[in-house]
């Protein structure tokens, strides 16, 4: 872990499987201060699952199938795909005396989805928006994080970009945001429990739901994946506040 930096952030470069990554984070003696942790993904491929979902929104064997991890995270919402080099990733943990901590649930993800749109301004992304309201559920949002909108998660137009989820304990808040580099619902589909007549009406709603980082971010197009990655990782740490 990097000394704190500008802002008072501590910097956790971290790369593991995704199920590694959702382990207990910060280290319990790390937990005093205002940490961010960029998380990479190495190893399989997973279908992230939140809090209260059932794993039986996922069709295990078809997981199985096709080498993808069933991972739980400890908050809230819809099941979220990643693999190597697919999404930005941005793990916050904010004590609870830390200048940011909000009590409002609603309110206290806003910095983090404005943190986002600082950065992707700077990579050629104006004009997004960070939801300051409740959640904003659809048909599909109970089990496919971007089918819906929550607060500070961040949108261009109607298209979710950035997804925010968190944990809040006594000690403080995990704040889980992530992006992916392209918007494509097909290989989480491919692993839930869907009938033929319900994967057909999911890939009909969840098309237009979300945007990839690629589709708003004109300085990515010409990169591939890794540095598009590490150049998203780059301006989040330049707009952390």
């Known amino acids: 872990m990097s000394p704190p930096g500008g802002g008072g952030w501590s910097i956790d470069r971290r790369a593991d499987t995704a199920r590694a990554l959702h382990d207990p984070w910060p ?19 997973a279908v992230v699952l939140g809090s209260t ?3 039986d929104v996922v069709a295990v064997e078809q997981a199985r199938r096709h080498s993808v991890d069933v991972v739980r995270r400890t908050s809230g919402g819809g099941a979220v795909y990643v693999a190597p080099d697919a999404q930005v990733w941005l793990d916050v943990w904010l004590p609870r005396d830390d200048p940011l901590w909000d009590d409002d649930v609603v309110r206290s993800s806003w910095w983090l989805g404005e943190t986002w749109t600082r950065a992707l ?3 050629g992304a104006p004009g997004l928006g960070v939801h300051r309201r409740g959640a904003a559920r659809t048909e599909w949002s109970d089990v496919v994080c971007f089918a819906g909108v929550g607060p500070g998660e961040v949108t261009a137009g109607t298209r979710k970009v950035v997804g925010v989820a968190q944990r809040r304990t006594r000690e403080g808040a995990r704040l889980h945001s992530m992006a992916p580099l392209t918007w494509d ?3 989480l589909l491919t692993v839930l429990a869907l009938d033929d007549d319900k994967a057909g009406q999911a890939r009909l709603a969840l098309d237009d739901v979300a945007t990839g980082l690629r589709g708003v971010a004109a300085q990515l197009g010409d990169l591939d994946a890794p540095r598009a990655v590490a150049s998203v990782e780059d301006a989040l740490l330049d707009a952390l506040p």
Do not use: I, K
């Open 53 to 55: 979902q059932s794993t």
């Open 27 to 45: 280290p319990p003696a790390q937990r005093g201060r205002r940490t961010a942790g960029l998380c990479s993904v190495r190893g399989p491929r």
């Open 121 to 123: 301004d700077g990579l």
């Open 185 to 187: 619902p097909e290989p």
